[in-house]
């Protein structure tokens, strides 16, 4: 065990995938030379490590970047792609939706793409909205495609690992504010299966559910709900394809209240995935309307109030856990 | 590029591939005229069928194809069986891919097809993903990819060239100009007469050659193979060809000049080749007879055995979208 940032200890993975099995090269725009010169940042020094000829810089093509990884993975690779920003997913969405998801399906079984796709996401560094835009909703509602969006260092190691040697597409989405956050990290070939989510931390009263940096702001609510006597239980999905609905019900059928918590705005979000799963499959369960808490429906704004203000905050998910709690 | 000649056994091997092609689509046509015979949209590659033989007769079997929408031609020239084929294209569980993929999606591993996508452009980046596992892997092999004129206005097919020419891989771009993308003509979506003359922006070697005829068709592709396999990067062949029935067996081509077809018409690939093998001395009529009707059994045979299979359960829609799950979520 070692305590890594999270940035690390997707390094980590990658390393440690390239040194098990040659099948695996990495590719995208400066995953070799970057404008950036950070040891946190996920593929720092595998350029050296590697040699170019599996850690390969590409021209500013999103859809050939992506198509690399179809193709390769197609023939046998197991191609780790990154995408710069999430909302640069829109470049490389057919090479994503059209091919990696559906091609599988179409051969009637016959071939298989595995190929990982490291999304780097999140907002809060005043980029704007065609830089930090949360698209996982997207991607799951996309048949054949897994979409993994770790929240620790440990997770981001093991569910990296788990994607990358996984015989289906795999997105994996990285919150680059995580990046410089430590925790500890299993050394070696540490893997977290995929679909199978994690109580964070335990509670009786209201389960708050969520998925990346947004757990951060769960379990600080969770704090503050603490001290007013109300336990709440954060659940951490970790993969929203596949999904843990075992997990997922399990814990509200203990407290019998649920908040779902995105950084990603509301409407059609993943969050409303969650919530209908829960209405549908333990309605007689709760004790009280399940509630919503994620991004208004506007894009990411760049004016630091408004992109805090943008953010769903801990005092927001307080609120709407309280409200679960009120009676009558 | 030199000018190697295909030798007489080739042209009849080639001769007899494009009736294949030719005999199979004109099943098609014909079956898509009775009611309820076959799903979706049929589009064919009527009058291309020297582009897809003398492209593919260039290639070994253990080089990767990507092909396109206009796709028959080329799965039949790469190998794969026309009963799997037949009832693919009917929907049926004996398909070739189990009737997942229908008429227009067809992959054919087995042969080394990987993929066909009906996304316009779709077909460029993929194949370079395939050659790009061929280089790394240091194999000979190299991937063809076709796609047509109207594919060339898309920005994928940019992205897929040049970085294959930046990282110098073993891909062939073959360009099947037919003249036609949807009801635009060429000179409607593209300021060139030679699609061909995009490859020197690249930086790779393009040539432009007769479409309708195989043998020369070939003669380039062994050249650019060559050139692909001998690790000096990408090559693209620009193929000058027609879309004789229209975009799809829906298209009634009221846009379409009948001057033009007609001109068309008389440059036809399969009586071409057909006329130059009988000149040539290389086989009398009566013998290329004899293969036309062993040519058409095959289609007969392959039309009996989708029409006698079954159709998948409808409840076997949910497999094969995950490795290691046997039904979808």
């Known amino acids: 065990m070692a305590v890594l940032s999270f940035g690390q200890a997707v390094k980590d993975a990658l390393d440690l995938a390239m040194s098990m099995d040659d099948r695996v090269f990495i590719a995208g725009e400066g995953v070799g030379v970057s404008i950036h010169f950070d040891p946190n940042l996920p593929t720092h020094g595998l350029l050296e490590k590697y040699g170019p000829r599996r850690v390969k810089d590409t021209p500013v093509s999103e859809a050939a970047i992506a198509g690399l990884g179809v193709g390769a993975s197609g023939l046998g690779l197991r191609p780790v792609v990154e995408i710069m920003f999430f909302p640069f997913i829109t470049l490389a969405a057919d090479m994503l939706v059209n091919h990696a998801a559906k091609l599988r399906y179409l051969s009637g079984g016959k071939s298989s793409f595995p190929l990982t796709v490291r999304l780097k996401a999140g907002m809060g560094f005043g980029a704007g909205c065609q830089h930090s835009h949360n698209l996982e909703a997207w991607m799951a509602h996309s048949p054949g495609l897994k979409v993994l969006f770790p929240s620790t260092p440990a997770d981001a190691k093991g569910l990296l690992l788990s994607a990358i040697f996984d015989p289906n597409p795999v997105m994996v989405i990285e919150e680059m504010l995580l990046y410089w956050i430590k925790g500890e990290v299993p050394d070696g070939d540490h893997r977290v299966p995929l679909g199978k989510a994690r109580v964070v931390a335990p509670g009786s009263d209201c389960t708050v559910v969520s998925y990346g940096g947004a757990v951060y702001t769960a379990l600080e609510a969770a704090k503050t709900l603490s001290k007013e006597g109300i336990s709440t239980e954060v659940i951490d999905l970790r993969s929203l394809v596949p999904l843990d609905k075992a997990c997922l019900l399990d814990s509200v059928t203990r407290t019998g209240r649920l908040v779902v918590l995105h950084d990603a705005t509301k409407f059609g979000g993943f969050g409303a995935e969650i919530s209908a799963i829960v209405a549908e499959e333990a309605f007689d369960l709760l004790k009280a309307p399940i509630r919503r808490v994620a991004a208004p429906d506007i894009p990411v704004p760049v004016s630091p109030p408004q992109e805090r203000f943008y953010k769903p905050s801990p005092e927001a998910v307080a609120a709407a856990v309280r409200s679960t709690l009120q009676k009558g | ?329």
């Not at chain 2, 380039?220 to 879309?243: I, N, Q, W």
């Not at chain 2, 799809?248 to 057909?274: I, M, N, S």
Request: aromatic share 6%.
């Open chain 2, 1 to 329: 590029m030199g000018s190697e000649q295909a030798g007489a056994g080739l042209k009849k091997a080639m001769y007899e591939e494009m009736v294949l092609i030719r005999r199979f689509e004109e099943k098609l046509i014909a079956l898509s005229q009775e009611q309820g015979k076959l799903i979706g949209m049929q589009i064919l590659a009527y009058g291309q069928e020297a582009v897809a033989v003398g492209m593919v007769k260039a290639l070994k079997a253990d080089d990767v194809m990507v092909s396109n929408h206009r796709s028959h031609g080329h799965l039949l020239a790469k190998g794969a069986d026309p009963k799997a084929l037949m009832a693919e294209i009917m929907g049926k569980a004996t398909g070739v891919n189990k009737g997942k993929s229908g008429t227009l999606h067809m992959a054919v591993p087995e042969v080394n097809a990987l993929m066909t996508t009906t996304i316009v452009g779709g077909g460029p980046p993929v194949a370079v993903g395939a050659a790009f596992a061929q280089q790394y892997r240091g194999t000979s092999n190299i991937t063809v990819v076709f796609f047509g004129d109207g594919a060339a206005a898309e920005g994928s097919v940019h992205e897929a060239m040049n970085l294959a020419a930046l990282w110098k891989l073993p891909v062939l771009f073959v360009c099947e100009n037919n003249c036609w993308a949807g009801a635009q003509s060429l000179s409607e979506h593209c300021c060139l007469t030679d699609i061909t003359r995009r490859a020197a922006g690249y930086g790779m070697p393009g040539e432009s050659v007769d479409g309708n005829d195989v043998e020369k068709v070939f003669t380039l592709a062994r050249d650019m193979v060559s050139h692909c396999r001998s690790g000096e990067g990408p090559a693209f062949m620009e193929a000058k060809t027609y879309r004789m029935r229209g975009h799809g067996e829906h298209d009634h081509q009221h846009y379409v000049d009948k001057k033009e077809l007609e001109t068309w018409a008389r440059l036809c690939p399969v009586k071409g080749l057909r006329d130059r093998i009988v000149q040539d001395g290389l086989a009398t009529e009566e013998e290329l007879e004899v293969l036309d009707k062993d040519v058409e059994a095959r289609v007969e045979e392959a039309v009996q055995f989708a029409s006698d299979s079954p159709y998948p359960l409808p409840e076997e829609a949910l497999q094969d979208l995950w490795v290691d799950d046997g039904v979808a979520q």
